[in-house]
């Protein structure tokens, strides 16, 4: 699944289980942050080394670095040290952190059937990699309904609890955000 899903899925469990900005902001990014190792993404084609051979930074590091037990332990982690020591954030981290890994599982497949295996033991193992044979494609039909899906329903839910996914970013944009939903889409008076 492409991030923006990942992140809309993370927020909705988030806005579901959590009562304050920064637990729904921890256990959101948990759900997104395994994409950083896709950094490479942007710029793989575009530089080159010696004769002309490109820097397969998003090919080769892809689902290796980030999509782990040993990173979801450190995210873990940082969300228990970053909602100052609460248990219930920091599992819900790792929940988001793991649903991010099924996601990716289920819905990454390449254009060119390549599976995105799941190396879950590194950096302890690389004895076993998850994989699905019905993977559909990154681009496939059920992979947009989801992220419609979840986008309607954070909508939704912002126009309901006053608070967006626009908070993650800034306070102040989530207040004209949700001002301007609810200006869009009143409450139906009796």
Same mark, same amino acid.
């Given at each position: 699944?492409?991030?923006?899903?990942?992140?809309?899925?993370?927020?909705?469990?988030?806005?579901?289980?959590?009562?304050?900005?920064?637990?729904?902001?921890?256990?959101?990014?948990?759900?997104?942050?395994?994409?950083?190792?896709?950094?490479?993404?942007?710029?793989?084609?575009?530089?080159?080394?010696?004769?002309?051979?490109?820097?397969?930074?998003?090919?080769?590091?892809?689902?290796?670095?980030?999509?782990?037990?040993?990173?979801?332990?450190?995210?873990?982690?940082?969300?228990?040290?970053?909602?100052?020591?609460?248990?219930?954030?920091?599992?819900?981290?790792?929940?988001?952190?793991?649903?991010?890994?099924?996601?990716?599982?289920?819905?990454?497949?390449?254009?060119?059937?390549?599976?995105?295996?799941?190396?879950?033991? &590194?950096?302890?193992?690389?004895?076993?990699?998850?994989?699905?044979?019905?993977?559909?494609?990154?681009?496939?039909?059920?992979?947009?309904?989801?992220?419609?899906?979840?986008?309607?329903?954070?909508?939704?839910?912002?126009?309901?609890?006053?608070?967006?996914?626009?908070?993650?970013?800034?306070?102040?944009?989530?207040?004209?955000?949700?001002?301007? &939903?609810?200006?869009?889409?009143?409450?139906?008076?009796?």
């Amino acid at each position: 699944m492409i991030p923006p899903t990942h992140f809309l899925i993370s927020w909705v469990v988030a806005d579901a289980t959590t009562k304050t900005r920064r637990d729904r902001v921890i256990v959101s990014l948990a759900g997104v942050i395994p994409d950083i190792d896709g950094f490479g993404y942007p710029i793989e084609n575009w530089i080159t080394i010696g004769w002309d051979k490109p820097l397969f930074w998003h090919s080769d590091y892809h689902h290796i670095l980030c999509h782990n037990v040993g990173f979801a332990a450190l995210v873990t982690f940082g969300a228990y040290w970053l909602s100052k020591w609460n248990w219930k954030t920091m599992l819900l981290a790792c929940l988001t952190f793991h649903l991010h890994l099924l996601c990716d599982v289920i819905g990454s497949r390449g254009v060119d059937n390549y599976q995105w295996p799941i190396p879950y033991l &590194l950096p302890l193992s690389n004895a076993w990699q998850w994989t699905w044979s019905g993977q559909w494609e990154l681009s496939a039909w059920p992979n947009r309904a989801i992220g419609a899906g979840c986008f309607a329903l954070t909508l939704w839910l912002a126009r309901l609890k006053g608070h967006s996914p626009v908070e993650v970013f800034s306070q102040r944009a989530d207040t004209a955000f949700v001002g301007i &939903l609810r200006r869009w889409f009143p409450r139906a008076t009796a």
